[in-house]
Every structure is written in C-alpha cells, then in structure tokens.
C-alpha cells in the first residue's frame, strides 16, 4: 500500500510540473470600426495569420464595430467582464471612443491603438501610419495631374474619424499651394465605395463639365466615383482620382492607369498591433513574430507610437503587391 501510495504521489508531482509548464493561452480582443470593407477584411485576416496567433498561444476574437461607437463601447464592456488579456483598438470616432478605452484601463486591460486613433492617455501604444501625409500624397497627385489649376470634388470619410480628419487636412495643405484649384464639394460617403457612386453621380449633374479632378480618401470611394463616371459615359482619363489603402481593386485601376493609390500596410499594423499587445502583457522578454519589425525598430522598451510606412503603388510595383495581397487572401 506504501510503494502504491509512493507511485501515485510521483505521478501526481510529474502532472502538477507539466501544467505548471504548459503554456497559458492569451484571450485577444480586436474591436474594428467595421468589417464591410475590405481593407478592415485584409487587416483581420492578417491578424488571424499571426504566428501566435497559428501556435495557439494566443486566441484571436474580432468585433465588428458596425461603424457606431456605441456598438464598440459595448463590446469593451464585454471584453473587460470576460477577463480578456489585452484588446486591439481600431476606433470609428476620435473622441467617443476614449469611453471605451477608459473601460477597459480600470479593468487593467491594455489598449493598443491601431489604424485609427482616439484622444486618450490611457492607451498602451499606438501603431499606424500618417494620414496629414497621405492625405498630402494624394491630393498633389490629383492638382498635379490637372496641371494646376480647376476644380476638384473630396470625398471624405466618416466624419470624427481620425483618418478622416487628418487626410482632410493633409487634402488642405496640398491644396493651400495651389491657389488656381477650387474645392466644389467636400462631403463623407462614410469609406462606401455604394455611397461615393450616389454621390458622384450627384456631382456630375450638379456641375457638368466642371469637375477636373477627384480626391477620394480612401479607395473604395474613389472606386465608387469612378464607376459613376464610366456609368455617366464619361472617360476617366478626364478625372484624374486618387485614393488610399491599396485595396485589390484599387491596384488593379492602378494598373489600368485609372486611378493613383498609396498602400497602408494592413498586415504591418494588425501584426505590429498584436506584438506590442503581448509585449504589454508578457513583459519585455516577449520577441514580436510580425515581419513588419525586421524594416521598424522594435525598440528596447516599448514606444507610445510606431509609424508604419506608406507604400506608393506605381507601375513598377504594382505586380508584387498584387501577388502579395493574393497570397494574404488565398485560403
């Protein structure tokens, strides 16, 4: 009975040490402002390919935002009753959602910002690119395609966004230095390529003949505008259009010398975003798995902001990036 009684206390020391080596599964929320575009698609799927994420070592729930910070606010509420280690944040209003982000720091969650930003203190880390430049980039595409000088239509995103906001204002200063271009409208078509052809066609009868350029800040509207001048039987090569993010569909207008685009980097900020989140949480000795880091300073402690890069789409480049974004969707 003694020996029996030896053996099953040997056995039980030697399951207690392997639980007490297994590893612990890491419970990561991303709260998207919405999941109807492709671009948020692109920057989830790159976020479920992580390879922690592939390991098992950290479970991966996406929440669509629905484009409504109240949807949003709910979720974090969920997040922090259910105990969740860290949460991703990609916000669809600026300030509402420093509420959420409030949540989540009295339940000690950290908050790591991606994509789009909100005005809070309590966020662990930011990572994201820069919209004041992209939206710089694009106008003085579109002013310089047109020579200079006409009139120009923007198209904007969600109003309250931060990228909304900040590519408005880079759209401003690139036009400040072109004082023969006229503004005619600057309204939101909410990032909806749907949105952005009702409201093109809009503009195309309200001012015939007099639109000369288009500034779409992102590319699902500027595709939406230029669907509504092929539908008008007009060319498009009498609308030079720009927009941003680098959706498929937009490289591939890109190709077809249709549309000028600047690709933001959705696997960079999703991966990077889910690093610096296990990094918060496991401590400095964590080592981040996103390729992004091998062209970014990981940093020997953590930054309050990483930038990630714009990429120009152009002729020469745009064949790899197609090929890239077919293997970042291909199942």
Do not use: C
């Given at each position: 009975?003694?020996?029996?009684?030896?053996?099953?206390?040997?056995?039980?020391?030697?399951?207690?040490?392997?639980?007490?080596?297994?590893?612990k599964?890491?419970?990561?929320g991303?709260?998207?402002?919405?999941?109807?575009?492709?671009?948020?698609?692109?920057w989830?799927?790159?976020?479920?390919?992580?390879p922690?994420?592939?390991?098992?070592?950290?479970?991966?729930?996406?929440?669509?935002?629905?484009?409504?910070?109240?949807?949003?606010?709910?979720?974090f509420?969920?997040?922090?009753?259910?105990?969740?280690?860290?949460i991703?944040?990609v916000?669809?209003?600026?300030?509402?959602?420093?509420?959420?982000?409030?949540?989540?720091?009295?339940a000690?969650?950290?908050?790591?910002?991606?994509?789009?930003?909100?005005?809070?203190?309590?966020?662990t880390?930011?990572i994201?690119?820069?919209?004041v430049?992209?939206?710089?980039?694009?106008?003085?595409?579109?002013?310089?395609?047109?020579?200079g000088?006409?009139?120009v239509?923007?198209?904007e995103?969600?109003?309250?966004?931060?990228?909304?906001?900040?590519?408005?204002?880079g759209?401003?200063?690139a036009?400040?230095e072109?004082?023969?271009?006229k503004?005619?409208?600057?309204?939101?078509?909410?990032?909806?390529?749907?949105?952005?052809?009702?409201?093109?066609?809009?503009?195309?009868?309200?001012?015939?003949?007099?639109?000369?350029?288009i500034?779409?800040?992102?590319?699902?509207?500027a595709?939406?505008?230029i669907?509504?001048?092929?539908?008008?039987?007009?060319?498009?090569?009498n609308?030079?259009?720009?927009?941003?993010?680098?959706?498929?569909?937009?490289?591939?207008?890109?190709?077809?010398?249709?549309m000028?685009?600047?690709l933001?980097?959705?696997?960079?900020?999703?991966?990077?975003?889910?690093?610096?989140?296990?990094?918060?949480?496991?401590?400095e000795?964590?080592?981040?798995?996103?390729?992004?880091?091998?062209?970014v300073?990981?940093g020997?402690t953590?930054?309050?902001?990483?930038n990630?890069?714009?990429?120009?789409?152009?002729?020469?480049?745009v064949?790899?990036?197609?090929?890239?974004?077919?293997?970042l969707?291909?199942?």
């Amino acid at each position: 009975m003694k020996k029996f009684a030896a053996v099953v206390l040997v056995l039980a020391l030697v399951a207690g040490t392997s639980f007490g080596q297994a590893k612990k599964q890491y419970k990561v929320g991303a709260a998207v402002y919405g999941l109807k575009a492709e671009y948020m698609k692109l920057w989830a799927t790159a976020l479920e390919r992580h390879p922690d994420v592939k390991s098992g070592l950290v479970k991966i729930t996406v929440f669509d935002g629905q484009y409504d910070a109240s949807v949003q606010q709910s979720q974090f509420e969920t997040m922090a009753t259910q105990g969740y280690d860290a949460i991703l944040f990609v916000p669809i209003d600026i300030n509402a959602g420093a509420a959420a982000v409030a949540v989540a720091a009295a339940a000690n969650i950290p908050v790591v910002g991606s994509n789009t930003r909100v005005n809070s203190n309590l966020l662990t880390s930011y990572i994201g690119s820069n919209d004041v430049l992209s939206g710089k980039m694009e106008a003085e595409a579109v002013l310089k395609a047109i020579g200079g000088k006409g009139n120009v239509v923007i198209i904007e995103g969600p109003i309250g966004q931060s990228a909304q906001i900040e590519r408005r204002k880079g759209n401003l200063e690139a036009l400040k230095e072109y004082p023969n271009v006229k503004v005619l409208e600057m309204k939101t078509a909410n990032w909806s390529r749907a949105e952005a052809l009702s409201l093109m066609e809009n503009w195309l009868n309200a001012y015939p003949g007099k639109i000369n350029g288009i500034i779409g800040q992102n590319d699902e509207m500027a595709l939406g505008a230029i669907q509504a001048v092929k539908q008008a039987g007009l060319s498009i090569k009498n609308f030079p259009t720009a927009g941003i993010d680098g959706v498929t569909d937009a490289m591939i207008a890109v190709k077809n010398n249709e549309m000028v685009s600047i690709l933001q980097d959705a696997t960079g900020q999703a991966q990077g975003a889910l690093d610096i989140a296990l990094r918060a949480v496991i401590g400095e000795s964590y080592v981040p798995k996103a390729a992004f880091w091998k062209t970014v300073d990981w940093g020997k402690t953590m930054q309050k902001q990483y930038n990630v890069p714009w990429v120009p789409i152009t002729l020469e480049n745009v064949d790899a990036l197609l090929a890239e974004r077919s293997a970042l969707t291909a199942r």
